[in-house]
């Protein structure tokens, strides 16, 4: 569409911001005023004693930064996090792309296509809440899984799933990965769908195989979409909280070795520590900003 | 066209969606049913509410307990659903209504927190008027001004005379203002499985077990001799806890530094060995791992706990109303004796709370449900709770009629009595629920394997100082 500089089309074009106002009001409202309110409470000290009794708000500077700095614990929360992430993400997004891939392959002619698009979607329509709940259920020591197991002999002993760091790992990675792989796969799909045909038969006419095709077509020019995804599963996997805190009763147990950013600072709303949440909100911020950054690097860097 | 309608249309869903955020939460719970109930029930109902009083009670509590004992207990009330008593009642021309918040995960607390300070500026029909404590965080409530002082309502010293005084010296302030009552006292017991105890130990006479579980050192005896017949002596190693934690030397916090009290300790050391010889669990508590010993063919031998736990959680009683769940409480094969040492656990305090607009209403509830001898020997008798009342429970310690049918006939008041005015409540303090809470849990990791007891400890140390930052270790 060309632009016509006529007096018409400004004020036709007013009609464009009026229909901004609701986005910017909830932009600011939800998102501008917290922001900035976290930055500020951030160095104060402020609290509830027993959540009852209040103190402060003290100005005290960058004291928040360096009590939760100097204890270390951020490291170890973050390493939880990006771990429980990884082992998530890697299966999902390998599914997610063999996925898009068959079903965007006309040459494999699939029927009920439209049928498993929306079954694999289905996971993410569930409340993280209830699926952690339920496979609260399913893997406690009396549960269902374990007596599977007995009875059909591979253990002798329920196995306590989430008394250990790998398999309360493992699960919690399990159930994210089970929650977003369909939306990972329609993201590509659309992505897949949109390339040029004829680039498939040129291909094919010069004797190129599937797996040259994937590589050599399919993945180059899916990269922007790729790295959108693996972008928003970034930034979603840092603030990965419900799955794991429902898992674990709040706890990240074993050891807190599934405890996550979020979870942490979750900790500090007991006592309503608006300071020190307000401080780690922040550090998770820098930490989102960086590794996005970090990922959007290495990926438009390959590509020349 | 079709464009600009379109996009007006989600304008307007954006627009009504706001607004609908902005609108919820007035429209009020309990519905309009309120069909206009006769004024049932003589003189408590008419005095219930008092001149220009408001026309909602609303009480603040994390189960339906309470809602029960109003329901089937208190004079003039008429509850509007006989099925589910958390959905209020009538009190006179006062409605009451429950607001139910489960205690996991603070929420409870949180809910009180945000409630309480605000009181006194919320609209009438929205006041809490009255809130429900447990003894773990009783004092938090009660050294702060968001309770009223018994005293304010006008009931007097010499009404509580019949009371167990640890009932009352749990809700008493700094100043000594008494801020709450209770119906219940809670002195535990130790409740073991009869059918284990004939087969382990030859006898289910409470005397002759009681020789088994005396001390510390035959309760470990009788622990291995349990395991070599394929029994676990307790559910999970939090059934011990509350044993020991009520007789400490030193409370929680001492001069705003965390102390972990030798006894406590013991209890560490206790629970790991049996851990380790596959003696008892790890599940917590009110987990279904925990009370799945409360079965018929369980294989759990014991656990602790005071008349509630048997009547409220061991499952459902045979009172010719109640199913059969296939508990064993149905079938009445428990039976109570003292165990090692005395202890006390929980026990439901109201408190009324600052900015109340039904000062009689509540006053008359306190009154009825705490001092009222009629109504406190109806709960034992049909509840099997053990009551905040001396005289009624001495007398009904001698009686046959007040046998617990959970315990096969046994009659445990006695044993509830004495233990009831043994108590010493010196060591509690504001902090214990987070403390315990947060103790257990991080000794999980010790029993289980996963972290040395120094790690544990120093675990438990982040996790009470991220809950009370005012707090150090």
Redesign the interface.
Known sequence: MKKKKTGNALRHNRWGYF?LI?FF??FVIFQLIPLVTTIYNSFFEH???????E?GPNLVGLENYKTLLASG?ILIYLKNTMIMWVMGFVPQIIISLLLAAWFSDPSLRLKGKKFFQSVIYLPNLIMASAFSMLFFALF???GPINSLLMQIGLISAPY?FL???MSARALVAFMTCLMWFGNTTILLLAGMLGIDQSLYEAAEVDGASSTQIFFRITLPILRPILLYVVITSLIGGLQLFDVPQILT???G????TTMTLIMYLN??L????YG?GGALSVILFFITGVLSIIVFRINTRSQK | MKKKVI?ILM?GI??AS?AACGSGGSAAPTAEKTEKTEAAGGEAAEKAGGEGEGAVLNIQCWNDEFARRMRDHMPGYEAFDKDDATKGGKLGDVEVRFAVTPST??AY??NL?AL??ANADAAADEKVDMFLVEADYAL??VN?P?ALPIADLGITEDELANQYKYTKDIVTDADGNLKGLSWQGCPGVLIYNRDIAKEVLGSDDPEEVQKAVADWDTFKKTADQLKEKGYKITSTTNDSYRVFSNNVSSPWVVDGKINVDDNIKAWVDMSKEMVDKGQT????LW???WS?GFAKDADVFCYFGPAWLINFSMGAVDDGVNEDDGSRTFAGGWAATVGPQGFYWGGTWICAAAGTDNPTAVAEIMRQMTTNEEVLTDIVKMDNDFVNNKPAMEAAATDDSFAFKPLGGQNPLGMFCEGAEKIDLSNIS??DQ?CNESFQ?AM??YF?G??SYD?ALQ?FF??VV?????LSY
């Open positions: 229909f609701p009001v909830v609290y509830f004693k027993n959540g009852l009794t103190v614990d406690a020591e009396t306590k008394s250990h760091t009763n709040g706890q147990g074993p050891n807190r900790k500090h007991y006592s309503k520590n020190i | 996009s304008a954006i627009a706001l995960d603070n607390q949180n927190d309480l300070p938090k409530y702060t968001v669990g790890t599940a917590d987990s279904e791992d799945k504001e902090y987070g849990l999980k990791e289980e996963n972290a790690d675990a982040k996790a991220e809950k009370y930052p005012e």
